[in-house]
């Protein structure tokens, strides 16, 4: 659970850093953004040394709870509510987390 909480936070400093600049170049917001944008990706990317696995593997496990913590930003920020075809994907993508994170290692 606690790898899952890290993950959930990894994947906020990432859509943070990505969506403030997104709202500049988009939307005609300040360009004072892209210096939050900056430090929430320096937090992500510190973030995620903070898990115990192999990189790449992390990465990869990443990766689905990603994808359920950008459909809630979606519903949540931009008001839009995922589609059941949405949550049957973030089922999918989960199901591939635990599998990558739950294998047995030798």
Do not use: N, Q
């Not at 709202?23 to 995620?48: I, Q, V």
């Amino acid at each position: 659970m606690h790898t899952f909480g890290l993950f959930v936070l990894t994947a906020l400093a990432e859509i943070v850093g990505c969506y403030l600049p997104w709202l500049w170049l988009k939307k005609g917001a300040s360009p004072w953004l892209l210096l939050p944008a900056a430090a929430s990706l320096a937090l992500f990317a510190w973030l995620l040394t903070l898990h115990p696995d192999a990189s790449g593997r992390i990465y990869a496990a990443y990766g689905g709870v990603y994808v359920s913590v950008a459909l809630v930003w979606l519903w949540a920020v931009d008001g839009v509510r995922p589609t059941l075809w949405d949550v049957a994907g973030v089922g999918l993508c989960l199901a591939g987390m635990a599998v990558i994170m739950l294998a047995p290692r030798s």
